[in-house]
């Protein structure tokens, strides 16, 4: 079983609709958890953080964390051509060497005129 | 201004030689990683380090080395024993915490000719 798991996509969302997407993770260890939005040929920047269960919104995004089902997602509301990219999802746990950041795979979003 | 430098952003390596990945960061970040993306890929992590002298393989370790001998930069070498070595490679750094944020440099493209 993948630490990080995401739905490949890609998801397509017409303009001005909500974009939601899901990741999974496998160890109940797992404390801090995070989204990244990755343009193509680009490095990964962050856009949200989330510690607790619960919603956390920013802007347009929120974050949703559920720790029983080890379930993280990502709302993005007013969806603009400009969210168009590949979302990642980042999961943090401590380990006996540090503190492990692992990716899923991504999903890509295609927001369409 | 603070941030993450990767160095060089292309690199073309033959065959059979070795190659090293400058990350240097200015942020007074304890923790520091290298990831290794594949085309339509997430990230894969190599290795991970929480101090100076002191670094944990990560899922994908091999054929490759680091070394932290300043809290400031960690070098990746892709060794000849790395069978495909051709990928994006990025670089990140954050807090020592698990809560905290990790953010990334511009990442190093590696072909192999």
């Known amino acids: 079983q993948k630490e990080v798991e995401q739905n490949s996509g890609p998801l397509s969302v017409p303009e001005g609709a909500i974009a939601s997407l899901n990741c999974t993770y496998s160890d109940r260890g797992s404390q801090s958890f995070f989204w990244y939005r990755q343009y193509s040929g680009k490095s990964p920047e962050l856009i949200m953080s989330i510690y607790s269960n619960g919603d956390k919104e920013d802007g347009r995004f929120t974050a949703q964390l559920n720790k029983a089902s080890q379930y993280v997602s990502l709302l993005i509301r007013d969806s603009q051509p400009s969210d168009s990219a590949t979302y990642l999802c980042?999961?943090?746990?401590?380990?006996?060497?540090?503190?492990?950041?692992?990716f899923g795979t991504g999903t890509q979003l295609k927001v369409e005129l | 201004d603070g941030g993450i430098t990767q160095s060089p952003k292309y690199l073309f390596r033959k065959e059979g030689q070795n190659v090293t990945l400058s990350c240097e960061q200015n942020l007074n970040h304890d923790a520091m990683y290298w990831y290794r993306q594949d085309p339509g890929q997430g990230l894969r992590l190599i290795y991970y380090s929480q101090i100076v002298n002191d670094f944990q393989k990560g899922d994908i370790a091999e054929g490759y080395s680091v070394s932290r001998e300043k809290k400031e930069s960690f070098p990746l070498t892709v060794t000849s024993a790395q069978k495909n070595p051709t990928a994006f490679y990025l670089c990140a750094s954050s807090m020592i915490y698990t809560g905290t944020e990790a953010f990334f440099g511009q990442g190093t493209r590696l072909t192999v000719v």
């Open positions: 980042a999961v943090n746990r401590p380990t006996g060497g540090g503190n492990k950041l692992t």
